[in-house]
């Protein structure tokens, strides 16, 4: 009987799955015969209100879904900004992730993917305030980064064309990592 492969969807505060980076991964996945779990937030605001009720809020709503999933691998976690709060998650579990974006301003976060032990892709733009491009090389996981792109990986100011690119870019190191890291393709 084949493995049930799962992944979880892990929105931003103002970024739902179905923003382009999310969706995405969730096509990826799917084409690939992974059941996905879209995650909705309960009261997001009020997930913003501090570090520790960021992580405390986005871990529990995270770990209620993981209870409901039962598979023979670990989950893949895939998040977007806020979500990468489930970063506290994923190290205790040992759960392979996708971060795009993730908040490397807060110390909770980044010790977490410290000492990850599963693989992780951190998927960041130059011109998004939360990026730390030199902690982000410092960290265990892999990168990928792209100069000039904001929080949303658009290149403002510059032609929409531009933009697209670096959406099928970043789609290209998300089936890459999937295909080599999570679920390695056996040929």
């Known amino acids: 009987m084949p493995r049930r492969r799962q992944a979880l969807l892990l929105p931003g505060r103002n970024y739902g799955v179905q923003g382009p980076l999310l969706m995405f991964a969730h096509v990826a996945l799917q084409s690939r015969g992974v059941r996905t779990f879209p995650v909705d937030w309960k009261d997001p ?32 976690l895939v998040g977007k900004a806020l979500g990468s709060a489930a970063a506290v998650l994923a190290a205790h579990h040992g ?23 599963a693989p992780y892709l951190l998927i960041g733009g130059t011109a998004d305030p939360s990026w730390n491009h030199s902690l982000a090389m410092e960290l265990p996981g892999e990168v990928f980064e792209v100069s000039g792109a904001d929080t949303g990986m658009f290149m403002r100011g510059r032609p929409l064309v531009e933009s697209a690119h670096v959406l099928a870019d970043v789609i290209e190191a998300i089936e890459t990592f999937i295909d080599t890291a999570v679920w390695p393709r056996r040929g």
Request: hydrophobic share 45%.
């Open 95 to 117: 759960l392979p992730a996708i971060w795009f974006t993730p908040f490397l301003q807060h110390y909770p976060i980044v010790q977490a993917l410290r000492r990850a032990t």
């Open 45 to 76: 605001d009020s997930l913003a209100a501090d570090e520790q009720t960021m992580i405390d809020g986005v871990c529990d709503q995270v770990e209620a879904v993981l209870d409901n999933v039962h598979n023979d691998d670990p989950p893949l």
